[in-house]
């Protein structure tokens, strides 16, 4: 390599600068014929679908809209099962005999409410349910229990079952089972 590639450019060294020739404007002729062709040609196949889509429903014997306006649907032979109507829920405080079992409990378990004798009165007699899947809206922190007294549980239960549970912690002892 010389040494003369790297040096600045000259004003001599530049090329003299080249004009455009003159030549006329184009023309592009059937701009707006094309146009219009093909905006034909897209209304035509919208066309020819519906056209094939009103042959099938024809051949099949669909009804038509006029019909299907003229006459209600039929209704169903055998009535759909209805929903039972919704049950208002209350909150039911319930004082569980045992404690340790409340801690087992968290929001929004299901249980089943046992009440059975009472050990202090010494009447004898069966277990029976008195609540059965009952919804544990609050339990007890963990340091506001006491062994000897139960433990607090608020359930979520139809207002009869609350009644039902209110007089089964009076007259005896209850116990919840985890469904």
């Keep these: 390599m010389t040494t003369d590639s790297f040096l600045p450019h000259t004003p001599s060294s530049v090329p003299a600068p080249c004009g455009v020739p003159q030549f006329d404007p184009l023309r592009v002729r059937g701009g707006k014929l094309r146009l219009r062709r093909a905006l034909r040609r897209r209304r035509r196949a919208p066309a020819a679908v519906l056209a094939m889509t009103a042959a099938a429903l024809a051949a099949t ?3 038509g809209a006029d019909d299907l306006v003229a006459q209600p649907p039929p ?11 919704a049950v208002r829920l209350v909150s039911a405080p319930v004082r569980i005999a045992d404690a340790a079992t409340v801690r087992l409990l968290r929001p929004g378990d299901r249980v089943d409410v046992i009440a059975g004798p009472d ?3 010494g009447a004898g007699g069966e277990a029976r349910v008195v609540a059965s899947g009952a919804r544990v809206a609050e ?3 963990a340091g506001e229990t006491r062994s000897d007294a139960g433990a607090l549980v608020v359930l979520s239960v139809p207002r009869s079952t609350a009644t ?4 089964a912690g009076i ?5 919840v089972t985890l469904c």
């Design 171 to 175: 007259t005896s002892q209850l116990a």
């Design 75 to 85: 209704r169903p032979a055998v009535q759909e099962r209805q929903r039972p109507p």
């Design 139 to 141: 339990v007890p922190k």
């Design 164 to 167: 039902v549970l209110a007089g």
């Design 119 to 121: 050990a202090s009165t």
């Design 61 to 63: 014997g669909a009804a």
